[in-house]
């Protein structure tokens, strides 16, 4: 039970795009369509914003989109606004009922 | 609206046990898997253990396994978590997390309470 690896840190201005991604191994990411991201602001709960690799919950705005290929996912937060500075973390199913999130990404928008 | 209300957290001494519980409201409780998420003061999230919708599934971390049991009453629409053998590296806020999936533990956390926080400490 391996954390996910995700890059401590990203940023972008403005209008631009950033990409985070999220490295497991066949046993998780690269074995399962059940890969999620989520997105945490300071004091608050987590928001889903990205689950089944792709699939966007209803309100999460079409800005956010996530892709896999092989055993590293990646989400893509285009249009960068100043409300998406946050923590954003990606998680996957790991087989046997287990589960295993990234360790977290910061993200500014400088 | 789905609400999930954590209760039984403090202040505990290593070795010591506490419970968790989890009401939860809004939605109907034993058609999906629940999760114990924790997340340690100023670090990432952390997936604590998962529960299928009736039990029957159970999964822990490595970290807590053998330390901590998950369970639940869907009659009262609570989810619980016994944690035993305390360590100071459990001090987290613990949050209740449902599965977005029905019936079936995938890890897709489509809602999350507020947490209850654990310390532990002498």
């Known amino acids: 039970q391996s954390a996910l690896t995700q890059p401590p840190s990203a940023s972008g201005s403005p209008g631009q795009s950033v990409t985070i991604s999220c490295t497991g191994t066949?046993?998780?990411?690269?074995?399962?369509?059940?890969v999620s991201w989520y997105q945490q602001h300071p004091g608050k709960a987590p928001k889903l914003l990205i689950y089944?690799?792709?699939k966007r919950p209803s309100g999460v705005p079409d800005r956010f989109s996530g892709s896999k290929s092989g055993n590293t996912a990646s989400l893509t937060v285009s249009g960068l606004q100043t409300e998406d500075e946050a923590d954003y973390y990606c998680?996957?199913?790991?087989?046997?009922?287990?589960?295993?999130f990234g360790g977290g990404t910061k993200l500014t928008v400088l | 609206e789905v609400q999930l209300v954590e209760s039984g957290g403090g202040l505990v001494q290593p070795g010591r046990s506490l419970r968790l519980s989890c009401a939860a409201s809004?939605?109907?409780?034993?058609?999906?898997?629940m999760h114990w998420v924790r997340q340690a003061p100023g670090k990432g999230l952390e997936w604590v253990s998962g529960?299928?919708?009736?039990?029957?599934?159970?999964a822990y971390a490595d970290s807590v396994k053998g330390r901590f049991t998950i369970s639940r009453d869907n009659a009262k629409n609570s989810l619980y978590l016994q944690m035993n053998s305390l360590r100071a590296e459990d001090t987290a806020l613990y949050h209740c997390?449902?599965?977005?999936?029905?019936?079936?533990?995938?890890?897709?956390?489509?809602?999350w309470g507020q947490g209850a926080l654990v310390t532990v400490s002498s």
């Open positions: 998680n996957s199913y790991a087989g046997n009922n287990n589960v295993v």
């Open positions: 066949s046993s998780d990411v690269g074995g399962y369509k059940y």
């Open positions: 809004g939605f109907t409780f034993d058609d999906y898997a």
């Open positions: 997390a449902k599965d977005l999936t029905y019936y079936q533990i995938t890890g897709t956390i489509d809602s």
């Open positions: 089944d690799v792709s």
């Open positions: 529960i299928s919708w009736n039990g029957g599934y159970i």
